[in-house]
């Protein structure tokens, strides 16, 4: 039996225009930023599990982070949004022959390898689709879809219940899956000091910035 093709997908928002709940300067947000994405794609590098990554942007420096850890470069230009970039990628994969998708935001900087191992022991069936939801139940943190064109994505809509519904009216098995680090994210100064209270390199690179 062949081994599943899975590549990963990463959109980018360009760095001097994210994070402006965090209350913090421009230099200091694009550092978080740049942390955030390095500290993702690494573990994504390291995943067995994952053929390869994309990253999709317009911000040249996110795109120079994404070529050091050997991912394929999509530009765009941000302005039909996050689920036009995961399409533009999901038509690269689809293209080169995978069979899933995992997509993730740059935002989640303490995802481990094991995380992306425990998210896909809940695969089931050839059509699949599991969501990993934002601690705050607001958003998706992760989503896994097989085969990659099961489904469009539903960013910034309310988007794990539409996403788990969507699955349903597509005819896909489908499951909430709650892993805590992956649920992780970013969008205020509440949600750095959690992750720094982690013992984590990443979470110590980001305690410099703030301190």
Do not use: W
């Amino acid at each position: 039996m062949s081994k599943l093709r899975t590549g990963a997908i990463v959109p980018v928002k360009t760095f001097s225009r994210a994070k402006t709940r965090l209350n913090l300067s421009s230099e200091k947000k694009e550092k978080i930023c740049k942390i955030m994405l390095e500290s993702v794609l690494d573990t994504l590098s390291k995943s067995e599990h994952i053929e390869k990554i994309v990253i999709v942007s317009k911000d040249e420096t996110a795109l120079g982070i994404g070529k050091k850890f050997g991912a394929a470069e999509i530009y765009d230009g941000e302005e039909l949004g996050v689920n036009n970039a995961v399409k533009l990628a999901d038509e690269y994969l689809l293209k080169d022959g995978f069979d899933s998708t995992l997509v993730f935001p740059q935002d989640i900087p303490l995802i481990q390898v094991e995380d992306i191992r425990t998210l896909l022991n809940f695969r089931m069936h050839n059509r699949c689709v599991l969501v990993v939801p934002s601690r705050k139940f607001d958003g998706t943190n992760a989503l896994f879809r097989m085969p990659l064109d099961v489904m469009e994505t539903h960013y910034d809509e309310d988007s794990y219940k539409i996403h788990l519904s969507t699955a349903e009216k597509r005819d896909a098995t489908s499951a909430l899956v709650l892993i805590q680090r992956m649920m992780l994210d970013v969008d205020d100064q509440s949600d750095l000091n959690l992750i720094m209270r982690y013992d984590l390199p990443v979470s110590k690179s980001l305690g410099k910035i703030l301190s």
